[in-house]
């Protein structure tokens, strides 16, 4: 086990001007499973081979433990990677397809034999260990690949898509597994994904990226509720927050016959920016339907023309545009809410909603950067 950290690690590809990844500052705590995410070109890949060793490093440094690997082959980093497709060798068991980095490494019969039969153990594959990977699911054949790391007990596992080949049920199924696996090994790990669910779900902090700049690392939980900027607000969650740019009128922001009264806070910080817009997010679960003629000062209620509803059984989403709107843009917004899954409305009914005070997110129209809490 170790403790990873990239000091401004930069990868700039020949022939490009913009760096792949820039600069990235992430300090990766001994046995943390941490989660790399964001949408295809992000650099998260390349953030993970430039720590295992198969792209150089042109800026910056990458430790593990107390030793600086920056200019050090892979196979003297101690790592050990899981990758998207299994690699395994079809004319290999199990067995032998688990072991073989140890055979390499000239490990004792005895000792490899002990380490491929507990990893088979931690991994249920226990009565797989004869067969060639061709007689196995595509789920038996991850955990065949997850076994051929943990024989080698690295300080580092890192896991570049390993979920993706998997169908929806056994994704989440693995998904599982390897938390619950990870937990039980404490070795740190560094996971990559474009899924953010996934990423919600695995990972002890998840660190987001864009264009190859860390927008945000924390907690799921404080990334979901708090995100740093428009991005974050816009990429983790699903569904996804509702994001709109507001105009400011007096100490309200305004869109259509939607007002949020705006803290003295936010006001001041608006006119620092001399931003007479800002921007607003709320996420589905934020809002309540209103009733027949109810109003409330605080939070104005808002017309929404339903186009579709989501049944999944247990909850239930509208989507929807905002009726009456004589504004293109405003006509053709989609607003997502979560409604009651036992009485959702109809489509094409219109129903009035109403922000749940306190649950809004402002963000600087000029720098997307959050506002507020």
Same mark, same amino acid.
């Given at each position: 086990?170790?403790?990873?950290?990239?000091?401004?690690?930069?990868?700039?590809?020949?022939?490009?001007?913009?760096?792949?990844?820039?600069?990235?500052?992430?300090?990766?705590?001994?046995?943390?499973?941490?989660?790399?995410?964001?949408?295809?070109?992000?650099?998260?890949?390349?953030?993970?081979?430039?720590?295992?060793?198969?792209?150089?490093?042109?800026?910056?440094?990458?430790?593990?433990?107390?030793?600086?690997?920056?200019?050090?082959?892979?196979?003297?980093?101690?790592?050990?990677?899981?990758?998207?497709?299994?690699?395994?060798?079809?004319?290999?068991? @199990? +067995?032998?397809?688990? %072991?073989?980095?140890?055979?390499?490494?000239?490990?004792?019969?005895? =000792?490899? *034999?002990?380490? !491929?039969?507990?990893?088979?153990?931690?991994?249920?594959?226990?009565?797989?260990?004869?067969?060639?990977?061709?007689?196995?699911?595509?789920?038996?054949?991850?955990?065949?690949?997850?076994?051929?790391?943990?024989?080698?007990?690295?300080?580092?596992?890192?896991?570049?898509?390993?979920?993706?080949?998997?169908?929806?049920?056994?994704?989440?199924?693995?998904?599982?597994?390897?938390?619950?696996?990870?937990?039980?090994?404490?070795?740190?790990?560094?996971?990559?994904?474009?899924?953010?669910?996934?990423?919600?779900?695995?990972?002890?902090?998840?660190?987001?990226?864009?264009?190859?700049?860390?927008?945000?690392?924390?907690?799921?939980?404080?990334?979901?509720?708090?995100?740093?900027?428009?991005? @974050? +607000?816009?990429?983790? %969650?699903?569904?996804?927050?509702?994001?709109?740019?507001?105009?400011? =009128?007096? *100490?309200?922001? !305004?869109?259509?016959?939607?007002?949020?009264?705006?803290?003295?806070?936010?006001?001041?910080?608006?006119?620092?920016?001399?931003?007479?817009?800002?921007?607003?997010?709320?996420?589905?679960?934020?809002?309540?339907?209103?009733?027949?003629?109810?109003?409330?000062?605080?939070?104005?209620?808002?017309?929404?023309?339903?186009?579709?509803?989501?049944?999944?059984?247990?909850?239930?989403?509208?989507?929807?545009?905002?009726?009456?709107?004589?504004?293109?843009?405003?006509?053709?917004?989609?607003?997502?809410?979560?409604?009651?899954?036992?009485?959702?409305?109809?489509?094409?009914?219109?129903?009035?909603?109403?922000?749940?005070?306190?649950?809004?997110?402002?963000?600087?129209?000029?720098?997307?950067?959050?506002?507020?809490?």
């Amino acid at each position: 086990m170790a403790r990873v950290v990239y000091d401004e690690a930069t990868r700039v590809y020949p022939g490009t001007t913009r760096p792949a990844v820039d600069a990235l500052d992430l300090d990766i705590t001994d046995g943390e499973f941490l989660v790399l995410v964001g949408p295809s070109g992000c650099g998260k890949s390349t953030s993970l081979r430039m720590l295992a060793g198969l792209e150089r490093v042109d800026g910056g440094h990458i430790s593990i433990g107390d030793r600086e690997v920056t200019n050090l082959p892979p196979r003297d980093r101690d790592i050990a990677m899981v990758f998207q497709n299994y690699a395994l060798y079809p004319h290999m068991s @199990v +067995a032998d397809n688990m %072991g073989f980095a140890l055979r390499v490494m000239k490990t004792p019969k005895e =000792e490899r *034999d002990r380490r !491929v039969r507990e990893a088979a153990k931690l991994l249920d594959l226990e009565d797989f260990l004869d067969r060639k990977p061709k007689a196995l699911s595509g789920g038996q054949r991850q955990r065949v690949a997850m076994g051929r790391a943990i024989v080698r007990e690295p300080k580092v596992f890192l896991m570049d898509e390993p979920l993706s080949n998997l169908d929806a049920k056994l994704r989440v199924q693995t998904r599982t597994q390897i938390a619950a696996l990870q937990r039980r090994l404490g070795v740190t790990t560094v996971y990559v994904t474009h899924d953010q669910v996934e990423a919600m779900t695995m990972g002890d902090r998840v660190a987001v990226l864009k264009d190859g700049v860390l927008q945000q690392v924390d907690t799921p939980l404080a990334l979901y509720q708090h995100p740093a900027n428009v991005f @974050v +607000a816009g990429f983790i %969650g699903s569904p996804a927050m509702n994001l709109a740019e507001y105009g400011v =009128e007096g *100490d309200e922001a !305004v869109l259509g016959e939607m007002r949020i009264r705006l803290s003295r806070e936010t006001l001041k910080l608006l006119k620092e920016e001399s931003s007479e817009r800002v921007i607003v997010g709320f996420r589905p679960e934020a809002v309540d339907v209103a009733g027949e003629g109810e109003t409330n000062g605080e939070q104005p209620t808002f017309p929404i023309s339903v186009t579709v509803v989501e049944e999944l059984g247990s909850d239930a989403f509208l989507y929807g545009q905002y009726a009456h709107a004589t504004d293109p843009a405003l006509r053709d917004r989609t607003v997502i809410a979560r409604v009651d899954p036992n009485a959702p409305p109809a489509k094409g009914q219109v129903v009035r909603l109403r922000i749940q005070p306190g649950k809004e997110r402002l963000f600087s129209a000029v720098t997307g950067q959050r506002l507020s809490t």
